[in-house]
């Protein structure tokens, strides 16, 4: 299936705080409910373990995406990480939430996927967010952890398939069923979940625009081909979410030459 840039409501100029607000709050609920990134934990935990780092910056963050609960399960699987969320538009909210968390920061001012700050430095991860970039960025964001020697970490829960179309049939429902649970919940939000069901239609267009603009699997290994360096390895898998017809894509990269199942320069 062709990749298509299609625009998603949440990342037009133009688009409310609130509404955007309440978009990456339900997202957040959602990953959160459904445990969609689990798996990502011991994967982290091995590229930390083999870099040495104990810091972890998150790019695109939105509301915190599945950092409050992740960082509970790092926490108990390793040594102590602190983890800084950013965002180019940094959610009021999520900053205000987070600002008591031990190991979880919100990073205040914006910070673009395509330009780290130097003072932010560690270990680079991204959750559901790399379909927001076309193929030139993605190459931009990998060449860069590449260059300032960082490990880093994509997930994405979107697939761009006729399976993955047909599992945004449920956001709609979802919408529904989950936005009375974002903390911060404004009374607009909650109102046109329902009465009429603007939110409900609106977020399930951008998921729809999500899966189009999604990266496979195979167009990842040739962009890793293209920037592939001797001493840094990359590797591209995918793992299902038990109970659910999804599957996340992992998009892994390390300063070390002995990740598994390396792909670019050692295929």
Sequence with gaps: MRRYDVPEVGDLEGCPGWLRDAMTGYLQVMIRRLRLYD????????????????????????AGG??????????????????????????????????????????????????????????????TALHH???????SILRAAQRD?????????????WRGLMTILAIPFLVMLLMPRVVPLRPLALLLT?????????????????TLRSHTEEELRELIDEIAEPDYAWSVSHT????????????????EPDLPDQVGGAS
């Design 133 to 139: 970039f076309d193929r030139d960025e993605v190459r």
């Design 194 to 210: 329902y009465c009429p069901p603007i939110l409900p239609l609106v977020i399930g267009w951008d998921g729809f625009a999500s």
């Design 240 to 255: 299902r979410v038990p109970g659910l017809p999804v599957h996340v894509l992992q998009l892994v990269g390390c300063p």
């Design 39 to 62: 798996q990502a934990v011991p994967v982290i935990v091995d590229v930390l373990a083999r870099s040495g780092d104990d810091r972890i910056v998150d790019l695109g963050s939105g």
């Design 66 to 127: 599945p950092w409050p609960r992740l960082a509970d399960r790092l926490a108990a699987a390793g040594p102590p990480v602190q983890v800084t969320l950013t965002d180019l538009s940094p959610n009021a909210a999520a900053v205000a939430r987070l600002d008591s968390a031990p190991s979880v920061a919100y990073h205040p001012a914006p910070v673009s996927a395509l330009e780290v700050p130097e003072q932010l430095s560690g270990m680079r991860t991204m959750f």
């Design 149 to 161: 020697r960082v490990p880093f970490a994509a997930f994405e829960a979107t697939g761009r398939s």
